[in-house]
């Protein structure tokens, strides 16, 4: 859950400042499903997490925190080529491992269940962000 989380909010935060800053329309595009995608399954996440009397981190760890500042130092394509394949490739094909760890190990039905569901977005994330990067 812990790791769903971290990663989870990686994604959030950088696609936050990609939604900024992007010039891409498709970039932009991309960080505007991450927010969304994202801020759902934090807020899933959470109430589990709450039920079952486990805190989550409240903020960004410090990898997180370096990918967020590193952005926010850069603009125009390279921004864009960046948080694509950092965000959009490499984010995604971690949360997808993470997803299919959960589904096939994890104990709790209820995390499951939000794995089941987020998968196939995490997924079509993946695929829609390897073929803006290829574009960029």
Known sequence: MLE???EGMMQLEVSKVA???ATNPEVRELAQAEVEEQ???LAKLKEIADAKGITLPASPDPETQAMVTKLQGMSGGSLDKMYVSESGVKGHEKLDKVMSTVESTASDASLKG???AAHPLVKT???????IVNKL
């Open 125 to 131: 994330h993946l695929t829609v962000a390897k073929q």
């Open 114 to 116: 939000v794995a089941r």
């Open 19 to 21: 939604l900024q800053k």
């Open 39 to 41: 801020t759902g399954l």
């Open 4 to 6: 769903v989380a971290k």
